[in-house]
T-cell receptor, first 115, second 112 residues
């Protein structure tokens, strides 16, 4: 399968713990996005990478959230000191080289539950 | 404030009926994407429309981008139970940003 992959698919953690999610993009896609989706809502943008550079961050991304894409391929999203309000589906999406193309392809998501 | 408003938010109809879902905004987008999402999964791309007035067909699904690139519609002909799901519209390139802006979704249920 050559689509976007995300791991783990599900994560249950206790409040205050740190969690890290991984996203592997479609091969040769240089643009990578993280979104968060809560129940009954559409996804909300968190952050954007072009190659290894993090070019945009949402105001939703508090200081407890950090994302990296060290070699311009896979990306990680870390949440420190998790809170119950962080419970959501975390989605990764990637897009190809053509900046004029807005189309993004999503992975299956990581469902986070904070107890 | 939701930049993209989808209507209706919920729709339950019988198999074989036709339906239309709307996606509206006061902002201009360079493109509009439609996705379908199953419970516990990520959104799956259905179509991208980029030109004002553009119409695209995907089997029984017809997508239209408004002339002013502020709105879009999805029409399903002869709906089938397999069409059940959450339909999301997403606007691209608002104010030059790279992100997609999503509507809140339309949850569609097709009853056999």
């Amino acid at each position: 399968d050559t689509g976007v992959s995300q791991n783990p698919r599900h994560k249950i953690t206790k409040r205050g713990q740190n969690v890290t999610f991984r996203c592997d993009p479609i091969s040769e896609h240089n643009r990578l996005y993280w979104y968060r989706q809560t129940l009954g809502q559409g996804p909300e943008f968190l952050t954007y990478f072009q190659n290894e550079a993090q070019l945009e961050k949402s105001r939703l991304l508090s200081d407890r959230f950090s994302a990296e894409r060290p070699k311009g391929s896979f990306s990680t999203l870390e949440i420190q000191r998790t809170e119950q309000g962080d419970s959501a589906m975390y989605l990764c999406a990637t897009a190809g080289f053509l900046i004029s193309t807005d189309t993004q392809y999503f992975g299956p998501g990581t469902r986070l539950t904070v107890l | 404030t939701q930049l993209l408003e989808q209507s209706p938010q919920f729709l339950s109809i019988q198999e074989g009926e036709n339906l239309t879902v709307y996606c509206n905004s006061s902002s201009v987008f360079s493109s509009l994407q439609w996705y379908r999402q199953e419970p516990g999964e990520g959104p799956v791309l259905l179509v991208t429309v980029v030109t004002g007035g553009e119409v695209k067909k995907l089997k029984r699904l017809t997508f239209q981008f408004g002339d002013a690139r502020k709105d879009s519609s999805l029409h399903i002909t002869a709906a089938q139970p397999g069409d059940t799901g959450l339909y999301l519209c997403a606007g691209g390139r608002i104010q030059g940003a790279q992100k997609l802006v999503f509507g809140q979704g339309t949850r569609l249920t097709i009853n056999p």
